[in-house]
């Protein structure tokens, strides 16, 4: 059975019909939220920043959010194979412990654990990830307005159900309540349009490094929001795949070249609030110059209960833990058939396998 599956949008499609794919061609790496979903793609994370991106020495924006964004700074780390595997295995380890009847852990422990892992991770490299010759990362965090300026038992759900009621009516409308803040590296613009929502773009750097990434990766309810982040303007952040859950951004540029991205599944759905609004999942012009490649989902049927990992494990497994990293290892070492069947379709590119986004 085929793991891998490819999706192409037209300008992408015109390109690889016209040169194939070489790692001089890509420009942007996009990376999505999603938790433990985004494990699977370890294999394919090493091939590309461990081998065959490294063949080639053009800049290129590496765009992320939650989970994508860990894995983005990941990648600006020195010798990013050993980076990906450590990332693998201590994300695989990570722990919760709960106490007798307790379904899940406070989000104050969960901040608490995060950030020693953060620091574990990235402290006293930093200087690799903002200063990489090539890569220029961009960090998406979501910042509240109005009740969701500050975190606050009350205010903080009342909030979040407006900005709920407001995107089912207009994606833009959750402006209101959320914008998009991205944390950018050297400097760089941003490889996107931002027309499409309320956005603004600020520094990333070693003041605000550590916490603009907890920031991108502090899902609301299960961590806490993280504030007073260097540089950045006042207010509440929380994980950036509220705003942008799978980077469906502006990503049209008259510069040749594509938008390269390892995803885990065909859809790039807008924000983490669209997840039921189907008619959203749709390819838009945004995404014209992006090939996706994903996991077809009937492979994905013979990985441990037969699902790709995610949150509801850690609720499934309780404390189970060595039962949880024994799944979750186990849809890994699956997964390097993925990367696997990516480098054997570069060496003889065949566009019948191509779909259409």
Same mark, same amino acid.
């Given at each position: 059975m085929k793991a891998l599956r490819l999706?192409?949008? /037209?300008q992408a499609r015109a390109h690889l019909q016209a040169h194939g794919l070489q790692p001089e061609h890509v420009r942007v790496v996009p990376a999505a939220a999603g938790g433990p979903k985004g494990l699977v793609l370890g294999p394919l994370d090493r @091939? &590309?920043?461990?081998?065959? &991106?490294a063949r080639s020495s053009q800049p290129v924006d590496l765009v992320?959010?939650? %989970?994508?964004?860990? $894995?983005?700074?990941?990648?600006?780390?020195? $010798? /990013?194979g050993e980076a990906f595997a450590r990332l693998e295995h201590d994300y695989i380890a990570q722990r919760y412990d709960l106490a007798p009847g307790q379904k899940r852990p406070t989000a104050e422990h969960v901040s608490e654990r995060f950030a020693d892992n953060l620091k574990l991770f990235f402290g006293g490299r930093e200087h690799e990830v903002l200063q990489h010759p090539r890569y220029r990362l961009h960090v998406i965090a979501s910042r509240g307005r109005h009740l969701l300026a500050r975190e606050h038992g009350l205010a903080t759900p009342l909030g979040y159900l407006g900005a709920f009621v407001s995107n089912t009516v207009q994606r833009r409308a959750m402006g209101a309540w959320l914008e998009r803040v991205v944390f950018s590296s050297q400097h760089a613009a941003l490889p996107f349009g931002t027309r499409d929502y309320r956005s603004r773009q600020v520094a990333l750097t070693p003041a605000n490094f550590m916490d603009a990434v907890q920031a991108s990766?502090? %899902?609301p309810f299960v961590l806490r929001s993280v504030s007073a982040i260097a540089g950045a303007p006042p207010g509440a952040y929380w994980d950036g795949g509220i705003t942008d859950y799978h980077m469906h951004l502006d990503y049209r540029n008259p510069a040749p070249g594509v938008v390269l991205y390892p995803h885990f599944q065909q859809a790039v759905v807008p924000g983490w609030l669209d997840k039921a609004l189907k008619w959203r999942h749709r390819a838009s012009a945004f995404l014209d110059p992006m090939l996706v490649l994903a996991p077809d /989902?009937?492979?994905?049927q013979t990985l441990p209960n037969a699902k &790709? /990992? #995610?949150?509801? #494990? @850690?609720t499934h497994y309780g404390n189970d833990h060595a039962g949880r990293s024994a799944a979750w290892t186990r849809a890994v070492q699956a997964s390097q058939q993925l990367? #696997?069947?990516f480098a054997e379709w570069l060496q003889a590119p065949d566009m019948g396998r191509v779909e259409a986004l």
């Open positions: 999706y192409a949008g /037209p @091939f &590309l920043f461990g081998d065959w &991106l992320g959010a939650s %989970i994508g964004a860990w $894995r983005m700074a990941t990648a600006c780390l020195d $010798r /990013p990766c502090s %899902i /989902p009937a492979w994905v &790709l /990992p #995610d949150r509801k #494990d @850690f990367a #696997d069947e």
